[in-house]
């Protein structure tokens, strides 16, 4: 029989699970970036990897818990400052974002290095992000305080990621299994469009008609589930120990 885990345990599992399989797809970059969820059942806090540990090494222990005015609550590490107003200005903002994932993966961050760079409809996963992407075109340095993390996340509005100019992407979802799903699909599509923009030749975009319809095909998060159960397997094989709670 299943061991039952609190909910703010199994969010620990689930955000480290995340940070971990990030790692081993080459999503993060050193010990920067960012992946944070919601607390269950107390509004206004979250959990957050620490400063200081590379993604490949963070355990369920090792997030801390902040609040909505960037005081720890529980954990024996620090948050990095950029990771606070970054998060916390998201959480805030959009309260439907119950996880919030920050990275430079490197295919969606060269979109946000080339003028005019955006998502375009030509591979059948570039569309599962019609209509659901923005951009922020101004970029003003680190996140450094709060104005800062505010202004970067308000080019969020009602869009579930945000590319941010000459620094790299935010995704949101309403789940840690959607919003990672939607990081995993979302460097694939950026992959395939950098790829063909490197040939030289004209990319095929796809009917606006039949993209709209493919769209509509992709909002059952069946799949996403599907697939972070899939990665959590492939961790307990591969990386034992990786979801201990001391």
Same mark, same amino acid.
């Given at each position: 029989? @299943?061991?039952?885990?609190?909910?703010?345990?199994?969010?620990?599992?689930?955000?480290?699970?995340?940070?971990?399989?990030?790692?081993?797809?080459?999503?993060? /970059?050193?010990?920067?970036?960012?992946?944070?969820?919601?607390? #269950?059942?107390? #509004?206004?806090?979250?959990?957050?990897?620490?400063?200081? !540990?590379?993604?490949?090494?963070?355990?369920? +222990?090792?997030?801390?818990?902040?609040?909505?005015?960037?005081?720890?609550?529980?954990?024996?590490?620090?948050?990095?400052?950029?990771?606070? *107003?970054?998060?916390?200005?998201?959480?805030?903002?959009?309260?439907? @974002?119950?996880?919030?994932?920050?990275?430079?993966?490197?295919? @969606?961050?060269?979109?946000?290095?080339?003028?005019?760079?955006?998502? /375009?409809?030509?591979?059948?996963?570039?569309?599962?992000? !019609?209509?659901?992407?923005?951009?922020?075109?101004?970029?003003?340095? %680190?996140? %450094?305080?709060? +104005? /800062?993390?505010?202004?970067?996340?308000?080019? !969020?509005?009602?869009?579930?990621?945000? *590319?941010?100019?000459?620094?790299?992407?935010?995704?949101?979802?309403?789940?840690?299994?959607? +919003?990672?799903?939607?990081?995993?699909?979302?460097?694939? @599509?950026?992959?395939?469009?950098?790829?063909?923009?490197?040939?030289?030749?004209? !990319?095929?975009?796809?009917?606006?008609?039949?993209?709209?319809?493919?769209? +509509?095909?992709?909002?059952?998060?069946?799949?996403?589930?599907?697939?972070?159960?899939?990665?959590?397997?492939?961790?307990?094989?591969?990386?034992?120990?990786?979801?201990?709670?001391?």
């Amino acid at each position: 029989m @299943a061991k039952t885990v609190s909910a703010e345990t199994q969010a620990r599992i689930d955000l480290a699970a995340a940070l971990r399989s990030a790692s081993r797809m080459g999503l993060g /970059e050193g010990i920067c970036n960012h992946f944070s969820v919601e607390v #269950p059942d107390r #509004p206004g806090h979250f959990l957050i990897n620490p400063q200081g !540990l590379h993604w490949s090494e963070v355990t369920p +222990a090792d997030l801390v818990m902040v609040d909505g005015q960037g005081s720890k609550v529980a954990g024996k590490h620090e948050v990095e400052p950029t990771a606070f *107003f970054i998060h916390g200005a998201a959480h805030r903002s959009k309260p439907q @974002a119950k996880c919030v994932l920050h990275t430079h993966m490197p295919f @969606a961050t060269t979109l946000t290095v080339v003028h005019g760079g955006r998502i /375009e409809p030509v591979s059948q996963v570039a569309l599962k992000f !019609l209509g659901r992407d923005a951009y922020d075109d101004n970029y003003n340095g %680190l996140a %450094l305080d709060a +104005a /800062e993390g505010a202004r970067i996340v308000s080019g !969020l509005k009602n869009a579930d990621i945000l *590319f941010l100019a000459n620094h790299g992407i935010i995704v949101t979802g309403p789940s840690i299994n959607i +919003a990672f799903d939607d990081l995993y699909y979302l460097e694939r @599509a950026c992959m395939l469009q950098v790829l063909g923009m490197g040939t030289g030749k004209p !990319l095929r975009q796809v009917p606006d008609v039949i993209a709209q319809k493919t769209a +509509a095909q992709m909002t059952d998060d069946t799949q996403a589930r599907l697939h972070f159960i899939a990665l959590k397997r492939l961790l307990d094989r591969n990386e034992p120990g990786w979801s201990r709670l001391e």
